[in-house]
Structures are given as C-alpha cells and as structure tokens.
C-alpha cells in the first residue's frame, strides 16, 4: 500500500460545510524525517486540514493515515505532538504544572525539564500562565507539544507573537528536533521562514493543492519577475492597472510590481510613464511564487 512508510498519508480528503467546500480533495504524503511547510491564503484550507489531521475533525470522504494509524489512534499513542496558535492554557496553572499534566497523559513522554528547555521556557516555569506574554504562551504551547515526544510535530502559525530574537531561538530549537529525524508539517503566514527551514513546500488554494514541491521548484513555477523602479507620484491604484501586473507595493519613491509577464508590464510601463528610471527586474522568491500562485485569477 502507498501509506506503507509514510509519515502522513492522505488521498481524496473532503470537508465541506454547507455550500463551502473548506477542503476539496487533496493527496498528500510526507515522508519521516521531512519539513513541510503548509502555505495558503486566508480561507485556503490549511487549518481544516490540520484539524482532520490531528483529528479534532473528521472527513466527509477520504483517508487519513499518521504512522499508519487513525489520527485519533496516533494522538492517543502520542505519536502527534501539536501546536495551535489559539490553544487555551489554563490560567491559574503554572507553566511547570500545565507541561507536567500533559506528560502525564502519555506513556513514554519526553521529561518535563527537557520540553521546557527545549522550549525556552525555564526561566519562567513556575509563573502562571495568565502572566504570559502572547510569546511567552506560544513557547509553552511548544513546550506542550513537544512533551509527548511526537514522532510528527504539527504547528500551526508557531511564530505569531514572536519577536524577531524569540523566533530565532524556536527555529533553533526545531532544527534540533528535527535533526533526530522528526516529522514536521508546519502552517505559517512568514513566508521567509518556509523559505529558510522547510524542505519542500504544500500551497493551497480554495481547498485544493496548487503547488507542492521543494522551495526552488515552487519558486520556479511561478514564471513571474519583480520589477523594481523609480517612479514618483504615481498612484499605486493606477499601477495594478498595467497588463501583467499581480501586485504593487510602494517604498517612498520606488515601486515594486510582481508579475505574471514581466517583459509585458515593462513595456507597458515605459510606454505609460517615460520618466521611469532606475529599473531593475528579479526573479521571483516565495512570496511572489505564493501571489502568483494563489492569485484568484488563477482560480
């Protein structure tokens, strides 16, 4: 069978709520010992997607496989560890108490000083959880993850409330996990981070998959280029207007503008605005990948 070996196993997956098709028949395997990063648009699919997996919920039509087992079956075996960025932590506990109770639940966990240090959140083990900051609870929320000793690691939106020193220190601390040969499937709306720490890339649109493949083939597949220029007192409004043009963002008196047909818009653009200096065209990174590739006219 295909799930044999597998990680994570779907084929045909289905969620639908009413007229709204949340997920809308994927496939999907991810191999031990892979980092995947889950990328996606609002209403994309990715959380109902994560829910079927950890099983909070369950599939109209198709199949799950964690390890083989059910969801439900592999979170009771704590094969799943799982980091949700609205996770409730109880507020009179302390940080020490809520790790121990939940390796309590499992039968081999990790110990509990391990899951804090991991976490990096020994310094404030015995403060009470309605004393965190929101970066502070998401290194517990971590902790609780990681305490079951998870053989997959599932994180959705890991970094939210992070600064930029925390978020350093939790990919650190991921690639140590990860380098004992763990599974990580991981959502998040940093795209520089799935750039940086996943080895391949699962983007999702409209409940479907759209592109899955490692960072470079991902970014390859969008054909489009940025172009940057100067170009003062034009409105951006009246920019997205050009043929091509997927999205504009303004940095005092430089544009940038990704798209579809590069040589199409800079043609255009010359021909609109002659006084256009200073113009330079890249190739596209994963964050104009993910425009591209999610863009509605796509659909």
């Known amino acids: 069978m295909k799930e044999l070996g597998a990680a994570v196993y779907v084929a045909g997956l289905r969620k639908h709520y009413g007229d709204v098709k949340a997920v ?7 191999a031990p010992g892979e980092v995947v990063a889950l990328l996606g648009p609002n209403g994309a699919g990715k959380s109902t997607t994560v829910d079927m997996l950890i099983g909070l919920s369950k599939p109209d039509v198709g199949e799950i496989r964690v390890f083989g087992n059910e969801p439900s079956r592999a979170v009771a075996e704590g094969s799943i560890g799982a980091m949700l960025q609205n996770g409730t932590l109880l507020d009179d506990a302390t940080v020490g108490e809520t790790v121990a109770m939940i ?13 804090m240090r991991r976490a990096g959140v020994e310094e404030f083990a015995d403060r009470r959880c309605n004393k965190l900051s929101g970066g502070q609870k998401q290194r517990v929320r971590f902790a609780v993850a990681l305490v079951s000793n998870p053989d997959l690691l599932v994180l959705d939106e890991p970094t939210a409330a992070m600064d930029v020193g925390t978020r350093r220190e939790f990919w650190a601390s991921m690639r140590e996990f990860t380098d004992a040969g763990r599974t990580v499937l991981f959502a998040t709306h940093y795209l520089d981070e799935a750039e940086e720490f996943a080895d391949r890339v699962v983007l999702m649109r409209q409940g479907q998959i759209v592109a899955d493949d490692s960072v470079a083939k991902v ?12 170009l003062p007192d034009v409105p951006v409004e009246q920019l997205t207007q050009l043929p091509g043009v997927i999205d504009v963002a303004r940095r005092a008196e430089r544009v940038e503008l990704v798209c579809a047909d590069s040589d199409r818009t800079l043609r255009a ?5 002659p006084h256009v200096h200073d113009i330079e065209i890249s190739a596209a990174g994963l964050e104009e990948a993910f425009l591209a590739l999610t863009a509605k006219e796509n659909s």
Do not use: C, K, Y
């Open 24 to 30: 809308d028949g994927i496939d999907l395997m991810i």
């Open 269 to 273: 653009l010359l021909n609109a605005h």
């Open 103 to 115: 390796a309590s639940l499992h039968r081999a966990p990790m110990t509990v000083s391990e899951a």
């Open 219 to 230: 970014r390859a597949m969008a054909s489009g280029r940025t172009i940057s220029a100067v």
